[in-house]
């Protein structure tokens, strides 16, 4: 699919703005622009994305992605090459995701002004562990708050952080981070409780405005992370 996509709501995408089931060998060359929940591929998907792609540009506000701006579902042999526009939970594949992502990648730029920001997922959110591997992103990623190379950040709110576990494994980031408004960064990710880093790392530069970042959202350098142990709870 080609072409562009223009609308003044919620809800926007290449393809069928909600997917109920996968979307497998699908490609699309596309500018997509929305509000809320605007995607590459789809604006909602429940399923997953196999063997799929998008070229262009996505531009929303909260829940916007590469792919997609909400998925509940895994994430496989899929890539986003693209320039990414939003405020908050904004992801190079996925702004969130309740699912796995294996062997896919992400090119581009990420301009945001919230919250949850990631070169590949904006926001981890589910009640199973999830699993970050094989995956890259070379994405530059600017916003405000819990601002990753990789990933953005978990779910937040009374008793949230418990919920979501995750596991990123033989995956990296090269882009540089930039979180301007104060709050949390980091090469790999930008705020997160409950998750398990092993053989990654983080190799762009951090910038954060009036404010130190977190715990593996720490500004080291690709020298610093290659020299120690690449295993490390958060």
Known sequence: ???????????????????????????????????????????????????SNVSGSVTGSDYTG????????????????????????????AGEIAGNVTKSYTQGTITATGRNVGGLIGQLNSSKHMTIDTSYSEMTVSGNNAVGGL???????????????????????????????????GGLIGYAYGGTVLNSYAKGSVT??????????????YTHLRAHETSQDL
């Open 151 to 185: 990933i953005g950040g978990t779910v937040t709110g009374d008793a949230a952080d418990t919920l979501t576990s995750f596991t990123v494994i033989n995956s990296y980031a090269t882009g540089n981070v930039e979180a301007k408004g104060g709050g949390t960064a």
């Open 66 to 93: 590469g792919l997609a701006g909400k998925i509940t579902g895994d994430i496989e042999d899929s890539y986003a090459k693209v320039v990414l526009i939003g405020a908050k939970y904004v992801g190079g594949l």
């Open 1 to 51: 699919a080609g072409g562009s996509v223009f609308s003044f709501g919620n809800y926007v995408g290449g393809l069928p703005v909600k997917v109920n089931g996968n979307i497998t060998n699908s490609n699309v060359v596309a500018n997509v622009s929305g509000l809320s929940y605007s995607g590459g591929l789809a604006a909602v998907i429940t399923g997953d994305i196999i063997n």
């Open 208 to 221: 954060v405005t009036g404010q130190n970042s977190n715990g593996f959202g720490y500004p080291v350098s």
